[in-house]
């Protein structure tokens, strides 16, 4: 059988993980004639699609994730839209002399909310209070020193797994027991609640040079969905003052853990006090199609940015400057009622609309939705453009109210029906 040509020619990039996360960049890879090696434990995995080859092994298995660059000869590795595989790529690319755009160390930082917080505070950038603990007596004299509500979370997980926004004393334990389960390191994090607004700011560096791209608003989710993101807006609504703090807060944090190369994902909570703070950061694209929302409104392809830093290959200075614009843009993710998926309608409807520039569905019918309580729980999303971004939110909203997720309800349990 004639071999594809790409896989004489292209350059090879192993990419971690081909979930909803992924999808973004691994379009990219397509578009930009790459030959992708994907790797994800699991088979149906949306990203595969775009994949030369598909590898079923989980992106946190980091001795066969070694093996599998090694004998695939890989260009290069990139674990986009999750954190913990970061440091995998980073150390894997090291140890087969691959480029890479940060070191193991600075990835190591970057996927430990922990770590990252100890640096934060002696490099002086500003942060929510916090105290490390390994126990409930502990947390519980952290909690009451910090103050209720406070946040209790494991310190190297994502998604919202462990985390809980703690209202009473009362609650402290189970919160405990929640993040400790979650935890990879027995500790945890006790820490004070900053309630206001939330900023993510998408950046990528060059030589040291940080360059703040996408700065959005980050609309979340009421509980028992603490802190799931719900829609991510551009531009920002707040001022162009706390904009601009915002931005240098994030610039100082990428420095703080030796980021001089490549994306970084730096979500900001402003508080009642106005002043921006590091919520975390992540050294990586973000995982809410962030990528193709910059794309869309500022037409700079923070998917190819990436690509290129994960191959070594030259960026140049004029590939961050925004050249197209549009007055506003978001991406709004979806949420099906719970129960078994059978399909999903009104797509081709839903892209009819104007200002809908994609629509991404995260699972296959057979899948069990459960209550929206993490953000692996959400369904898909929605990019959007419009002249204003209450447009593309509009616009957004009307798309969704378009895509209906046909679901099978679990019957009602014996004891529901008593
Ligand atoms: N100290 C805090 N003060 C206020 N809100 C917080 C705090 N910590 C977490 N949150 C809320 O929870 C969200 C997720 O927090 P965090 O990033 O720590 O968890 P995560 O599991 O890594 O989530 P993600 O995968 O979305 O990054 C934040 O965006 C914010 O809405
Ligand atoms: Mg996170």
């Known amino acids: 059988m004639a071999r594809d040509p790409r896989e004489r020619d292209a350059a090879r990039l192993l990419v971690l993980g081909a979930g909803p996360a992924q999808l973004g960049l691994l379009a990219a890879a397509r578009r930009h004639g790459l030959y992708v090696i994907a790797v994800d434990r699991d088979p149906s995995a949306p990203g595969f699609r775009y994949a030369d080859r598909r590898a079923i092994v989980?992106?946190?298995?980091?001795?066969?994730?070694?093996?599998?660059?090694?004998?695939?000869?890989?260009?290069?590795?990139?674990?986009?839209?999750?954190?913990?595989?970061?440091?995998?790529?980073?150390?894997?690319?090291?140890?087969l002399s691959l480029p890479h755009p940060i070191s193991p160390e600075t990835a190591a930082l970057s996927t430990?909310?922990?770590r990252q917080r100890e640096r934060f505070t002696a490099a002086g950038v500003p942060q929510p209070g916090y105290v490390v603990c390994s126990g409930a007596a502990e947390a519980a004299d952290a909690a009451n020193e910090l103050g209720f509500p406070c946040v209790?979370?494991?310190?190297?997980?994502?998604?919202?797994?462990?985390?809980?926004?703690?209202?009473?004393p009362r609650h402290v334990a189970s919160a405990v027991e929640i993040a400790l389960d979650a935890s990879r390191s027995a500790t945890l994090l006790v820490e004070e609640h900053v309630a206001g607004r939330e900023l993510t700011v998408n950046g990528f560096s060059v030589g040291g040079r940080f360059r703040p791209l996408t700065v959005t608003d980050r609309l979340t989710a009421e509980p028992p969905a603490f802190g799931v993101a719900l829609a991510h807006v551009w531009p920002s609504e707040l001022d162009p003052r706390t904009i601009a703090d915002a931005i240098e807060v994030a610039g100082a944090a990428g420095a703080a853990l030796g980021i001089a190369d490549g994306?970084?994902?730096?979500?900001?909570?402003?508080?009642?006090?106005?002043?921006?703070?590091?919520?975390?950061?992540?050294?990586?694209?973000?995982?809410?199609?962030?990528?193709?929302?910059?794309?869309?409104?500022?037409?700079?392809?923070l998917n190819g940015l990436?690509?290129?830093?994960?191959?070594?290959?030259?960026?140049?200075?004029?590939?961050?400057?925004?050249?197209?614009?549009?007055?506003?843009?978001?991406?709004?993710?979806?949420?099906?009622?719970?129960?078994?998926?059978?399909?999903?309608?009104?797509l081709e409807e839903a892209y009819a609309l104007d200002g809908v520039k994609g629509i991404r569905l995260y699972r296959q019918p057979g899948h069990a939705f459960g209550a929206l309580l993490r953000g692996p729980d959400r369904a898909g999303a929605i990019l959007a453009v419009g002249a204003a971004r209450a447009d593309a939110l509009d616009q957004a909203d009307r798309a969704a109210a378009l895509v209906r997720f046909d679901v099978e309800q679990a019957p009602a349990s014996p004891l529901e029906k008593v």
């Open 58 to 95: 989980s992106t946190e298995d980091e001795a066969g994730i070694e093996r599998l660059a090694s004998a695939e000869r890989v260009d290069g590795v990139i674990a986009p839209g999750i954190d913990w595989p970061v440091a995998i790529a980073a150390r894997v690319a090291e140890r």
């Open 112 to 114: 430990s909310k922990l």
């Open 152 to 168: 209790i979370k494991a310190p190297d997980r994502q998604g919202q797994r462990g985390l809980t926004l703690v209202a009473e």
């Open 263 to 301: 994306p970084s994902y730096t979500q900001i909570l402003v508080g009642g006090d106005g002043q921006p703070c590091v919520g975390e950061l992540a050294a990586r694209l973000g995982g809410g199609h962030d990528a193709e929302l910059c794309r869309a409104v500022l037409g700079v392809d």
């Open 306 to 346: 990436a690509l290129a830093a994960a191959l070594g290959r030259p960026i140049a200075l004029q590939q961050l400057a925004p050249v197209a614009r549009e007055g506003g843009g978001c991406v709004r993710f979806l949420v099906a009622p719970p129960g078994q998926l059978r399909g999903v309608t009104g």
